[in-house]
């Protein structure tokens, strides 16, 4: 059974960093991809970051592009997604979300993690 289990969220002021991680158990994503999305009040879910597990290829939503970063350790089989200079806007819940395959970076996610809260105060 596969399993994502994130950590690293918390509460900071804006202009700080955090750092998530997403570990992977019970499955092999070698040539598959893990994503980070996000989750406001009231929104949909969006997605925010992704990475190849092989390659390391990686992908970003506009709004994070610069301030973001997305890696992955494949010997310990997790994620970890790098915020700095955060932004009020920035507030979510962050999942981490893994799959086969590499196509669609965005999309058709199918393993999720519990989601971990981020929460930007001014």
């Known amino acids: 059974q596969v399993r994502l289990v994130e950590s690293g969220g918390g509460l900071v002021q804006t202009g700080s960093s955090l750092r998530l991680s997403c570990t992977v158990s019970?499955?092999?994503?070698?040539?598959?991809?893990m994503g980070w999305f996000r989750q406001a009040p009231g929104k949909e879910r969006d997605f925010v970051a992704a990475i190849s597990w092989s390659a390391g290829f990686t992908y970003y939503e506009d709004d994070v592009k610069g301030r973001f970063t997305v890696s992955r350790d494949n010997t310990k089989k997790t994620g970890f997604l790098q915020m700095n200079n955060l932004k009020l806007e920035d507030a979510a819940v962050y999942y981490c979300?893994?799959?086969?395959?590499?196509?669609?970076?965005?999309?058709?996610?199918?393993?999720w993690g519990q989601g971990t809260q981020v929460t930007v105060s001014s």
């Open positions: 019970g499955g092999t994503f070698s040539s598959g991809m």
């Open positions: 979300a893994a799959k086969y395959g590499t196509y669609f970076p965005k999309t058709r996610y199918d393993y």
